[in-house]
């Protein structure tokens, strides 16, 4: 029997792993709509002129709780970056309990439909992309290092 529960399993693995890979990097940034920590609308392409950051994160993600206060305390000295933390669980009361725990000041963007994360292709948490001001991603990371912090973000925005 378990073996016959292990073969099942296999074969149904490709299944969920995506057909190809999307790579953006190099690519104009895909336009979203999803609801800002206000209540509007927010879509991608009203950000254009700065770079952006785009730093998707969920309730359960470990290494979220240093990413986010980190590129919080990035943005206070980069006023020429906006750096979105775009939230992807799909019940908010869970990020909001996550919000209680864990502070920082950055605009919060809903993506509990998962749209941006499909189009993105983000697979595991955190999940960072870096646009030009022209909305081109530049640059895309997954994982947070404290070891490392945000040298590599910050050496991609010297690249800008």
Known sequence: MLGVLL????????EMIP??????VGRTAPDF????DEG????LA??????????????????????????????KTRDDVVIYAVNVDRERA???KF?????????IVWDNNAEALGQYDVMSMPTM???DPKGTVKWRKTGFSRENGLKELEDELAKL
């Open 99 to 107: 919000l209680a725990q864990v502070k920082f000041d950055l605009p």
């Open 46 to 75: 009203s950000t254009r002129g700065k770079p952006v950051v785009l730093s998707f994160w969920a309730s359960w993600c470990g290494p979220c709780r240093q990413e986010l206060p980190a590129l919080a305390e990035l943005q």
């Open 94 to 96: 869970k990020a909001q």
């Open 129 to 131: 992309f870096l646009l």
């Open 7 to 14: 073969c099942a399993a296999a074969l149904a693995g490709p």
């Open 19 to 24: 057909e190809k890979d999307v790579d953006l």
């Open 33 to 36: 709509t999803a609801q800002d």
């Open 40 to 43: 509007a609308a927010f879509t």
